[in-house]
């Protein structure tokens, strides 16, 4: 069964810094793709940031930017220039067949 | 275009009520899905459905049942609720090849007392 796991339940940084998310994968498919989602406070699910697993190139949105270890089955987030409304959950997910499966989440806080 | 549209945002239920999460979305998506959020747990889906009449089993699905007899709706139903059922609950879409991910509802907060 493919799994997603991401192992920092809880990090904080200062405002401006830059974090990365840990999350690693299992999959048996050749193709897929990976996800990272961000959950504030208000508890809406957003889609952050996409990666297409056949493509070389790590995907980068804004100040969002992953680190794609296709051998290492490694997919981390970078948010550079972090800023308050960051504080979020952030979950790694990826398809698994008809589904998306998510990991169990990392708690950031961006502290002032 | 409403997206992904889930009532009631909050809900309290009395232990063995039984009622319906609905959700419904305007974007043609075929595929449909719930979970339920815990801290610490992640979001564990409890059925999923690929298309209007057919629905399937996810990670936790006791206590619960689908139906999906449009495109449109997929609602969840709780058949006699207990307080283990506590918990937030997501309804998601997509379209068939899961590559963009799912668009979210915004959640249902229920308690079970």
């Known amino acids: 069964a493919q799994t997603v796991t991401q192992s920092q339940p809880e990090m904080s940084v200062q405002e401006a810094e830059t974090v990365t998310l840990s999350c690693t994968y299992d999959t048996s498919e050749n193709n897929y793709y990976l996800f990272w989602y961000k959950q504030p406070p208000s508890r809406q699910m957003i889609l952050v940031i996409r990666?297409?697993?056949?493509?070389?190139q790590n995907a980068t949105e804004n100040r969002f930017s992953v680190n794609f270890q296709k051998a290492a089955k490694s997919f981390s987030l970078k948010i550079s220039d972090s800023q308050l409304g960051d504080t979020a959950m952030y979950f790694c997910a990826t398809p698994q067949e008809d589904k998306i499966i998510f990991g169990k989440g990392t708690r950031l806080h961006i502290l002032p | 275009n409403a997206g992904v549209t889930q009532t009631p945002k909050f809900q309290v239920l009395k232990t063995g009520q039984s009622m319906t999460l609905q959700c419904a979305q305007d974007?043609?998506?075929?595929?449909m899905s719930w979970y339920r959020q815990d801290p610490g747990m992640g979001l564990r889906l409890i059925h999923y459905s690929v298309g209007a009449g057919i629905t399937d089993q996810g990670e936790v699905p006791n206590g619960y049942n689908v139906s999906r007899s449009t495109t449109e709706d997929f609602p969840l139903r709780l058949l006699s609720a207990a307080p283990s059922q506590t918990s937030v609950y997501f309804c998601?879409?997509?379209?068939?090849?899961?590559?963009?991910?799912?668009?979210f509802g915004s959640g249902t907060r229920l308690t079970v007392v």
């Open positions: 974007m043609n998506h075929e595929y």
């Open positions: 990666q297409e697993a056949y493509k070389q």
């Open positions: 998601a879409s997509s379209y068939r090849t899961l590559g963009y991910g799912y668009t």
